[in-house]
């Protein structure tokens, strides 16, 4: 997937902290060697890149300037990963308790 204005080797996420997400989902046995953990950042890399551009196209089929959770929630459903849903807005509203502390007050999701 071609990313507008950027050339691939510039768009990737911190591999330190990809690493350590690694290692908090396995047990702790488990290795995952130097390729493997390349290749889970590639595929988180296309995933973020796919559910943006989607949410990208419902957003300007709405006339809309700004990409809202509910672009990237509608965008999830489109793409087929609608079993997320309901855990990807409990994290969103976990993230938003956490960050910007809002007690009490609930996101009013479709």
């Not at 890149?49 to 957003?59: P, V």
């Not at 459903?77 to 509203?93: C, D, M």
Request: aromatic share 6%; glycine share 4%.
């Amino acid at each position: 997937m071609e990313i507008v204005g950027k050339a691939k080797e510039d768009v990737s996420l911190p591999k330190a902290t990809m690493t350590k997400i690694i290692k908090e989902m396995l047990p702790a046995h488990v290795r995952v060697t130097r390729d493997a953990q390349d290749l889970l950042v590639e595929c988180c890399v296309e995933f973020i890149n796919l559910i943006s551009s989607e949410s990208n196209d419902i957003c300007y089929k709405e006339e809309k300037r700004t990409i809202a959770p509910e672009h990237v929630l509608e965008s999830l459903k489109i793409l087929g990963f609608g079993s997320y849903i309901r855990e990807v807005k409990a994290a969103y509203e976990q993230h938003r308790i956490e960050n910007w502390e809002l007690d009490g007050v609930k996101t009013d999701w479709k």
